[in-house]
């Protein structure tokens, strides 16, 4: 079974940083691509930062430049720097992975870690 542990939400400032992470298992690691995606209450779900397994990366609009995705092979954990935060960047935060190539291409994740809070006042 496929396991994703998402840790390091909490409340800062705007302007202040936080790093996520998403801790999987050996197996889910071995995954085609990952993402991190975001909810805010009354919202839709978004994509926040995607990450190939060749390390290829793309981002949403709202988050170029002040966002990093990386993973660590190593340590089998995906992390999500988040810098320069705005209170637009509050949201319930989630990864996602995949193994399959054409069910990255549409997104369709099967593997999903449980929510961590960002809380960004201003």
């Known amino acids: 079974q496929v396991q994703l542990v998402v840790s390091g939400g909490d409340s800062v400032q705007a302007g202040g940083s936080l790093r996520l992470s998403c801790a999987a298992s050996e197996y889910a690691y071995s995954t085609y691509c990952m993402e991190w995606f975001r909810q805010a209450p009354g919202k839709a779900r978004e994509g926040v930062a995607h990450?190939?397994?060749?390390?290829?990366?793309s981002y949403a609009e709202s988050v170029k430049g002040r966002f990093t995705i990386s993973k660590d092979n190593a340590k089998n954990t995906m992390y999500l720097q988040m810098n320069n935060l705005k209170p637009e960047d509050t949201a319930m935060y989630y990864c996602?992975?995949?193994?399959?190539?054409?069910?990255?291409?549409?997104?369709?994740?099967?593997?999903w870690g449980q929510g961590t809070q960002v809380t960004v006042s201003s």
């Open positions: 990450i190939e397994s060749d390390g290829s990366t």
């Open positions: 996602a992975a995949e193994g399959d190539y054409w069910r990255c291409r549409v997104k369709a994740y099967r593997y």
